[in-house]
């Protein structure tokens, strides 16, 4: 059996792990929620920064943020009135950037 091949195996009996993946890419699957993930990047940001880069309304985006909240792939905290949101999982940011590169990726850069 190649080592790829071992890999796949391995990972299969990993279900708790496999579990986690699942939710954090079912939560982020959506394109909003998505967008939000990208302007979080690794850094973070408040609300109104949020609503402001991603152009929709606060309520929506604050939908959007309770659900990243809930799945556990956003922390937050609040500052007075202010309330700042960062990706909670550096695994996370990981796989935005991959999928930044994958679909973002100049068509230049693919072989």
Known sequence: MNTASQDIFSLIGRSGQIELAAHAMKAIAHPLRLKILCV??????????IVDAVGTSQSNISQHLAILRDKEIVNWRKDGNRVFYKVADGRTLTLIGMMREVFCGEESDRA
């Open 40 to 49: 979080l990047g690794d850094q973070e940001v408040n609300v109104q920064d």
